[in-house]
Structures are given as C-alpha cells and as structure tokens.
C-alpha cells in the first residue's frame, strides 16, 4: 500500500477497469464507482481484480450519492469515466447525455469543491472536440468545433475542469483521448465490433458485418498504455491538460482490412457508397455498409499530437495500428477458444 487512495467512477468500463488495476499495483486503496447493476463485471474477471475494487454505487444525475461516495472513499485522486460514451447515441438521447456528460461534471466538480477540495481531479476529455477542424494534427491549442451532441456535452465539462483549475484553484486536468482500444472495448465500438467479428467468421459463427462509414480516419491506440498517461497527468507538480494520441492516422476500411487479414480472411473492396463490400478469397461477402450504423454527421479525420504529453509526462503511445488490430483479433480467437487473453 502506498496510503494513496482513487475513486474511480466508471471502473467497469474498458479505461475504468485498465486504470483500476493500474492503479492497484502501485499500491492504491481503490474505490470504483458505478450505476447499480452496470454491466462490466467480466473485465474485472479477466483482469484479475475482481473483489480487489471497494465499490461505491454513484449516478451522475445525482448529487448527494457523489457527496456519499466521496466522504466514503475521501480520495486523493479523482478519475471520472462515468458517461454516456456513444457517440451515435447521443444523436438520439441528447438531454440525457448532456445531464450526464456535461452537467454530471458541474455535479462532481461542484461535490468535490464543497467534500474533497485537495482531490486531484482527471476528466476523460475527448478528441471529438474537435469535430471538423480539418485534417492536421491536433494539440493542447487548436480550437473546437464539435459534431454530435456527444462532443458538445464533453466540451462543457472540458471547459468546465479548465475553470474550476483555473477559477476556484484545483487541480483540475483533462486528458484529450484520441481512440483508444483494447480486447476490453464495449462491443458496440467500430474495432471490437470488427475483430469480434473477424474472429466469428473464421470459425463459422457468423457469416458477415454491416458497418458505417468506411472513410473515416481516426488515430487509435492502445487503451492499457493511455491509462498510464492519466496516471502520470495527475503527478505533475501542476495541473495541466493533455492530447493523448498515437500520431498515426488510418481509415474504419484500412482497420477492417488489417484485422480480418489477421483472422486469415483476405478482403477486397467492391462498389461504392452504401453498395461497398467486403469480399473474401472465396467470394464470399463479408462486410456489408448499412445506413443503420451512419451518424447524422460525422468527424472526418482525427489525429493527434502528443508531443506534450512526451515532454512533460515522458509518454509515448508504443503499440500502433496494425499490431493492435493483430492483438485484438488474437485476443477475440482466445477468448473464443477458452484460453486466457493478455490484457
Ligand atoms: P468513437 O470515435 O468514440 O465514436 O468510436 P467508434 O468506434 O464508435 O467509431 C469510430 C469511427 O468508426 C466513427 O467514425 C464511426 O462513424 C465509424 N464507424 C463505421 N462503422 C461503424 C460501426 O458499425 N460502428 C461504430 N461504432 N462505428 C463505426
């Protein structure tokens, strides 16, 4: 034990889970925080942590639970994971995910002024904030001009960590996330959605996928390093926002190509539009476009700069594009086979 103690809210979620152990082996006495009955559970199980977590049942639209959760827990670091994370989700349920995006953060940032004022503080910021500020490299000073109502609701509580740094003293960070993927990604996300079902058609569980948009370019990383880097941001001597990202930039069709090539499935690309295919060696359609799966509008290209995070934090994104999609799909035929999965 190293008498520092976390709460952690969203700990069954991929980062909630990855930052839990993380922190766990350095010795923190850790609290998670969760909605009742949030599913999850089996990250901690493959982690190996389950039972090591003291639970604490927390609900951002509520603020006497955040009051109980932080007397209980009285951190010293404060990680909040809590949100509605689904960016296609939020076209449909906005009101909701402001409440708990954006409004949330005004609750928690508020309980920790009046309970837990010397609480560091991390928020899970996003590079959906930048929606459509063109196809450079974003860092810690480019502007924001978000897309869905996922991004805007993330923006608020972005400036809203900014203030209460700068406003009422705290030390307050965000991390600006690039994508960041794992075998513990929720299985809506385009990349474990993509090497689950890699891994299914190679053995015959399922015939094919239907997807969205195909152009997209995004930076993905690998979600066990980022949380290291949010470990380090709040050990700085001063609170600061970050970019956490990998630099490299690839398209949803180059990430679906890489990790069925890795389940031996080779795909060519026929049509265009919503008529594109995916069609294996043997001719058979394996990857279908569905307008199901399209946002109302959608960022076009994401990549970050995270040289910052290099100079202060000594931080690198280490593991890139093509062996994460080989990882997760290795993964995914693991778990398939009851084998243990590296994490
Ligand atoms: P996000 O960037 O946090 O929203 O992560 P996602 O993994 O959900 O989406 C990454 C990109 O993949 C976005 O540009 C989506 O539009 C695109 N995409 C294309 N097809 C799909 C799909 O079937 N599901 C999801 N989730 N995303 C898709």
Redesign the pocket.
């Known amino acids: 034990m190293n008498g520092k103690r976390a709460l952690i809210t969203g700990y069954r979620g991929q980062d909630g889970a990855y930052l839990s152990r993380l922190l766990l082996e350095k010795g923190y006495q850790v609290y998670g925080a969760d909605r009742a009955g949030d599913s999850g559970q089996w990250r901690l199980r493959e982690l190996g942590i389950e039972g090591r977590v003291q639970e604490l049942p927390l609900d951002l639209l509520e603020t006497s639970n955040i009051i109980d959760a932080l007397e209980k827990a009285r951190p010293d670091e404060i990680y909040n994971f809590a949100a509605q994370s689904f960016?296609?989700v939020s076209f449909a349920q906005p009101v909701l995910t402001a409440e708990v995006n954006a409004v949330g953060v005004a609750r928690l940032l508020e309980a920790m002024r009046k309970a837990a004022p010397e609480a560091r503080f991390f928020q899970a910021s996003t590079a959906?904030l930048f929606g459509s500020t063109g196809s450079a490299q974003k860092n810690e000073t480019t502007d924001f001009h978000p897309k869905s109502p996922y991004a805007v609701s993330k923006l608020y509580a972005h400036w809203l960590t900014v203030n209460y740094r700068q406003a009422q003293g705290m030390y307050a960070c965000n991390g600006i996330l690039f994508?960041h993927e794992s075998p513990l990604r929720g299985e809506?996300?385009?990349?474990r959605?993509i090497t689950m079902a890699a891994a299914r058609i190679t053995k015959g569980l399922q015939e094919k996928v239907a997807?969205?948009?195909?152009d997209?370019l995004?930076d993905w990383g690998y979600a066990k390093e980022y949380v290291d880097a949010m470990w380090r941001i709040l050990q700085q001597p001063e609170p600061d926002d970050y970019i956490l990202a990998t630099g490299e930039v690839h398209s949803?069709r180059e990430f679906i190509g890489t990790a069925f090539a890795a389940a031996g499935l080779g795909l060519r690309w026929e049509g265009s539009g919503l008529q594109e295919k995916g069609v294996d060696q043997d001719g058979k359609v394996r990857v279908e476009v569905s307008k199901e799966?399209y946002?109302p509008a959608?960022?076009k290209e994401l990549i970050g700069d995270a040289s910052k995070a290099e100079r202060v934090l000594g931080w690198k994104a280490r593991t890139k594009f093509g062996d994460l999609a080989a990882m997760m799909v290795d993964s995914e035929i693991r778990r398939m086979e009851g084998k243990k999965v590296e994490l």
């Open positions: 960016v296609l959906e994508n809506e996300f385009l990349t959605k997807v969205g948009n195909l997209a995004r949803v799966f946002r959608d960022v």
